[in-house]
Nanobody
Framework: QGPLVESGGGLAQAGDSLRLSCLGS????????MGWFRQAPGNEREFVAA????????YYADSVKGRFAISRDNAKKAVYLQMNRLKPEDTAIYYC?????????????????WGRGTQVTVSS
């Protein structure tokens, strides 16, 4: 997996929407599941969402279920995170990543390729 580059973060108010994008460059992009994670100051990196390589298997953290939607476009080597009804507790740096294994995972320790992240700040 080549470098991953996240974009789309920014400032939002509670209730707003943002769409994050992650662009990959490696030839392995389409054969890997992909995940979104986030890390708030003082907190450990936590799972947000993951999508299988074909897109037919998707997992969400309970905290974002029903508000966030992960999708991917393998032709563009892109994975997206549509974030709706944002809350102040969604404030964090958001990272996309690819796992070292061939499955779909929630555990960030099973991921090896990380982007630099994009900051999302939600005010009340």
């Amino acid at each position: 997996q080549g470098p991953l580059v996240e974009s789309g973060g920014g400032l939002a108010q509670a209730g707003d929407s943002l769409r994050l994008s992650c662009l990959g460059s490696g030839g392995a992009f389409s054969i890997k599941s992909m995940g979104w994670f986030r890390q708030a100051p003082g907190n450990e990196r936590e799972f947000v969402a993951a999508i299988s390589r074909s897109g037919d298997e998707i997992y969400y953290a309970d905290s974002v279920k029903g508000r966030f939607a992960i999708s991917r476009d393998n032709a563009k080597k892109a994975v997206y995170l549509q974030m709706n009804r944002l809350k102040p507790e969604d404030t964090a740096i958001y990272y996309c990543s690819a796992p070292s294994g061939g499955g779909i995972y929630r555990n960030p320790d099973l991921y090896y390729a990380w982007g630099r992240g994009t900051q999302v700040t939600v005010s009340s």
